[in-house]
């Protein structure tokens, strides 16, 4: 609640500012002149089709795309500065990329979570400078506790999912990306995962960015929704994004079911043009 | 100079061979033991050392996907070699490490700037190095000699004071380097990316990781030969794989298999004379084999009664 009230007297510095972006990748233009700020405590989610460049937008708020042009800063930093270690948590796409064939908990999981530069040469397995505590307490957090001994190659793709996230919580980072983190879930762990992550900006004051591609979802969780399909098509409120009810009816588009999700993407990118 | 390790460790742990030396079985294999020979209890002491590294190096093998790089090197090794024995090297081991170094170093940045992904490095590195050996060998007039082909394929009971005190600081500084690092190898294998975002120097870990495979596997090819290298540093990790649960029970399986293999195998060769380096690779397949069944038996059978 203090983070609100800081935000709308304009005191406090956004946590992220973009101006202008524009990269390319491998010749091919996938970002044009982005323009973006977000500010602490918000809870963004960005959607496009495939190949719009949503994931390649977190990848140079991350810092580790090679050429780009135009101005990214975090905590008025420049990304990948030695100041951001730390202050960004980074949730790649689909935990199901996690080597299966790799022994290792949910606990030694999250654990990696707490290394850096400075405790990663501990030479003393007895003393662990809190990192014991931060990992029990990012486990509670996503709802893992009692698992914590599991492997992570035999525990469902959600709770597999969560285990990525704690990973994240665990570096104790106050700003964090998520890339595709609803793919592969079903419904029930799909919604309780992003009740989870509304907690985390209301209650811990955590800032989020999460990509998907998955609309209802975040158009449900989010408070405010980014369009991208090269460029912001739309940036606002997500109760003002157009629904797919909508959009099809002034197009006097007939759609099934399974392929809602991707009309209504393709659709959004259409009338976004137009106007 | 360095004190000798090798002769500090062997004052600590000889007396301990002896002294278990009445319970060991077999007719020729209480010789390693007993200290009649010193020669024998040296090339016990070695074997254990390079198994117990081996096994440390090994589990991080596996997890980083990087199974062949110990043949790899092992054949480089060789290559530095020949190198060594043609410029007239008492410890041509020296050689042997300066070139799979270079040559573990040169793989690393091949695979992480992307120009060559996968193994294809790995065969480079490992024909190119060894042809350049075969062929200065062949130009010096030197046929291969029984002195080459020990490293090929082992050769423990030819382990002197030297070699057993270059092997003792190549397994420690390994040791040291492997368990310092521990924490971030794992981060950075398991996610590099978020590795970097915390602020991981990923790319001076992989290399020194890099600089440590090499010294391992230098360490390893007097004692079971460049042919079969991995035997030691990828078959019991492999094995720990299979009921580990988690990566330091792993780690921890992982030297129980390894251990086994090393008594397994010595105890064959000194007994039936089937060669050290061969038993030793052929107990640790058959122990990998015989666990992949019984947990295979006994997962079908977890599953049936399901």
């Known amino acids: 609640m203090e983070a609100a009230t800081a935000n709308q007297s ?20 996938v970002l044009k ?31 580790v795309l090679k050429s780009q042009e135009g101005n990214i800063k975090i905590y008025n930093s420049k990304p990948m500065s ?9 949730v790649s796409q689909a935990a199901a990329n996690l080597p299966k064939d790799i022994r290792i908990t949910i606990n030694e999981l999250v654990h990696l979570g707490t290394i850096n530069a400075k405790n990663m040469l501990n030479w003393f397995p007895m003393k662990d400078n809190g990192q014991r505590k931060r990992v029990k307490a990012a486990i509670e957090m996503v709802g893992l506790q009692g698992f914590e001994n599991f492997d992570i190659g035999r525990i469902s793709g959600g709770q597999r999912q969560r285990a990525v996230i704690a990973r994240a919580l665990a570096t104790e980072a106050e700003f964090i990306l998520l890339d595709e983190p609803l793919v592969g879930m079903d419904r029930e762990s799909r919604n309780s995962l992003l009740k989870l992550l509304d907690r985390f900006c209301h209650d811990n004051g955590k800032t989020i960015i999460m990509v998907s591609h998955d609309l209802s979802a975040i158009r449900q969780t989010t408070h405010r929704m980014i369009f991208l399909e090269e460029t912001i098509r739309f940036d606002g409120p997500s109760a003002n994004f157009p629904d797919l009810e909508s959009l099809a009816l002034a197009r006097g588009i007939t759609h099934t079911h399974e392929e809602e999700n991707e009309l209504w993407l393709r659709n959004l990118g259409d009338v976004k043009e137009e106007r | 100079m360095l004190p000798e390790l090798g002769v500090i460790l062997a004052d600590i742990i000889f007396p301990i061979f002896e002294y278990i030396s009445p319970y060991v079985p077999g007719e020729f294999f209480p010789n390693f033991f007993n200290g009649e020979t010193q020669a024998l209890q040296r090339s016990l002491l070695g074997s254990l050392m390079v ?15 990087l199974a062949m790089i110990g043949d790899g090197l092992a054949h480089v090794a060789f290559g530095g070699v020949i190198i060594g024995i043609i410029l007239g090297a008492s410890t041509p081991l020296w050689y042997a490490m300066i070139c799979s170094i270079i ?34 060998l062949k130009l010096s007039g030197r046929a291969i000699t029984t002195d080459i082909h020990s490293y090929l394929f082992g050769s423990q009971l030819l382990i002197d004071w030297e070699n057993l005190n270059l092997i003792s600081y190549m397994s420690l500084v390994s040791l040291i380097g492997l368990f310092t690092l521990r924490h971030a190898l794992l981060a950075i294998t398991i996610d590099p990316l978020s590795a970097r975002v915390q602020g991981l120097p990923v790319r001076k870990i992989g290399l020194m990781f890099s600089i440590i495979i090499a010294i391992v596997v230098v360490s390893m090819v007097k004692i079971v030969g460049a042919l079969l290298v991995t035997a030691l540093l990828v078959t019991p990790a492999a094995t720990a794989q299979l009921i580990g649960r988690s990566f330091k029970s792993c780690v921890f399986w992982t030297q129980i298999f390894g251990f086994v293999s090393v008594m397994i195998g010595l105890y064959m060769s000194s007994e039936h004379g089937t060669g050290t380096g061969s038993s030793i690779a052929l107990t640790a397949a058959i122990i990998f084999v015989i666990i992949g069944l019984l ?3 006994s997962k079908t059978i977890k599953l049936g009664k399901m």
């Open chain 2, 51 to 65: 198994t117990i590294i081996a096994g440390f190096l090994g589990s991080f093998l596996l997890v980083r996907n």
């Open chain 1, 10 to 29: 304009g005191l406090e510095e956004p946590i992220l500012e973009i101006d202008n972006l524009t990269v390319f990748r491998s010749g091919k233009l």
């Open chain 2, 295 to 297: 947990s295979g038996v």
């Open chain 1, 33 to 63: 002149d982005v323009n973006l700020r977000v500010d602490r405590g918000e809870f963004v989610g960005i959607v496009g089709p495939n190949g719009s460049g949503k994931s390649t937008l977190l990848l140079a708020i991350l810092g």
């Open chain 2, 103 to 136: 040559a573990s170093i040169s793989i690393y940045e091949l695979q992480s700037r992307e120009i060559l992904t996968g193994d294809a490095s790995i065969a480079i590195f490992m024909t190119g190095m060894l042809a350049f050996g075969l062929v200065i």
């Open chain 1, 82 to 90: 030695r100041k951001l270690y730390g202050k960004i948590g980074w």
